[in-house]
Structure formats: structure tokens, C-alpha cells
């Protein structure tokens, strides 16, 4: 009997583990629409439905989401919950940053895939404005 209890209480422990670290992962979404109409008011083309499932198969978090102090990444990724307002990109890259949001954009993501090509890569993701910004 004791040591059934202690095999459910491993089972147990184990569970919970595993919930503990792929829920977290599992809760994000697979894609991402990026409008963002309260700074972009006279937008030209259409938003872009972002595959962050994708980007987060190949990528850290970090690699994308960040908070610089000093030259460095100092972000917690703990933070990193969706709804959280602090993580959208647009809470810092804003009207008020020398750095905005498209900028952001278009330097991370662009620069990005640039990159890849640079380096090699056979798959790369978009690197025109149409790629992104695709008409449906």
C-alpha cells in the first residue's frame, strides 16, 4: 500500500509539472493580428496577421520581446503573459519614443529575415511590405 501511495504521489508531482511548464507555452496564441489603429491612424496598408507560433519555434522570447537598461536584455520573462499591457510592443515603441512603433517593426522584423538571408538560411520570412502586409 505504501508504495502505491508514493507511485501516485511521484505520478502526482510529475503531472503538475508538466502542466506547470507546457500550459504557459500552450496559452499563447498561434497568430497575432498587429493593427494597432490607435497609432496608426492613416494607415496605408493592411494589418499583419503575425505567426507567433511559428517565431516561437525557432526563437527565444527574448529575441523579440525586450527591456534594455544599459545595452541589456533586462527583461523578466515572467512578464511575458498574454494581456499583460506592459509586453505589447506599442507600450514603449509609442508616439512618445524617439523609436516608434513601426520603426520597431520594421527594423526587428525585416532586419530579421534580412539577416537569415545573409546568413544562409533556405527558409527565411517576409522582406517587402507585401509580405507582411498581405491583402486577403
Known amino acids: 500500500m505504501m508504495m502505491k501511495k508514493r507511485y501516485l504521489a511521484g505520478w502526482l508531482l510529475g503531472a503538475v509539472l508538466v502542466v506547470a511548464v507546457v500550459l504557459p507555452v500552450a496559452a499563447q496564441p498561434e497568430s497575432i493580428l498587429l493593427n494597432n489603429e490607435q497609432y496608426f491612424v492613416k494607415k496605408k496598408r493592411p494589418p499583419v496577421a503575425f505567426p507567433h507560433a511559428v517565431h516561437m519555434d525557432v526563437l527565444a522570447c527574448t529575441d523579440c520581446h525586450h527591456r534594455y537598461e544599459k545595452g541589456e536584455n ?37 532586419g530579421c529575415h534580412r539577416q537569415m538571408v545573409v546568413d544562409g538560411s533556405k527558409k527565411t520570412g517576409p522582406r517587402t511590405c507585401g509580405g507582411c502586409h498581405a491583402l486577403k
Do not use: K, W
Not at 520573462?77 to 520597431?104: K, S, V, W
Open 74 to 110: 533586462v527583461l523578466n520573462e515572467d512578464a511575458l503573459e498574454e494581456g499583460n499591457p506592459e509586453i505589447r510592443c506599442g507600450n514603449c515603441h509609442n508616439l512618445n519614443n524617439r523609436y516608434g512603433l513601426q520603426q520597431a517593426f520594421h527594423a526587428s522584423c525585416t
